[in-house]
Nanobody
Framework: QVDLVESGGGLVQPGGSLSLSCVVS????????WGWYRQAPGKQLELVAT???????DYADSVKDRLTISRDNIKRAMYLQMNNLKPEDTAVYYC?????????????WGQGTQVTVSS
C-alpha cells in the first residue's frame, strides 16, 4: 500500500492561482500514473487531470489552459498548478496514484485538500 500526502489548497479570489502537491510517503513503489480528482458539494467525483510516468497529460475540458499537471518521478510527487481560478473550481481535490504490487494493478488516494474560490 502506498500512502499519499497532499498539501496546498486554500482560499483564493476569482482569477487567482493555487498550487497543490501530492507526495508518496514511504516505500519504494514506482508510480505508473497519477491523477487529480475533485468533488464539489452535492456533486459527484470528477476527473480533473491525469499524467503518466512518461509525462503524457490529459485534462477535463473545463480546466484546459488553466490547470497544469506535472510529476517528478524521482521525488515520487505530483503537482497541480491552478491559474485563473473560477468559483466553479471550488471543491475538495484528491490525488490518486496507480501502481503495481506483486504484478497486481492497484491505487491509492490522498486525504483531500479544500480549494475555495470566492471573493
Amino acid at each position: 500500500q502506498v500512502d499519499l500526502v497532499e498539501s496546498g489548497g486554500g482560499l483564493v479570489q476569482p482569477g487567482g492561482s493555487l498550487s497543490l502537491s501530492c507526495v508518496v510517503s514511504g516505500g519504494t513503489t514506482i508510480i505508473n500514473s497519477w491523477g487529480w480528482y475533485r468533488q464539489a458539494p452535492g456533486k459527484q467525483l470528477e476527473l480533473v487531470a491525469t499524467i503518466t510516468s512518461s509525462g503524457m497529460a490529459d485534462y477535463a475540458d473545463s480546466v484546459k489552459d488553466r490547470l497544469t499537471i506535472s510529476r517528478d518521478n524521482i521525488k515520487r510527487a505530483m503537482y497541480l498548478q491552478m491559474n485563473n481560478l473560477k468559483p466553479e473550481d471550488t471543491a475538495v481535490y484528491y490525488c490518486n496514484a496507480q501502481y503495481h504490487i506483486q504484478f497486481q494493478k492497484t491505487g491509492s488516494w490522498g486525504q483531500g485538500t479544500q480549494v475555495t474560490v470566492s471573493s
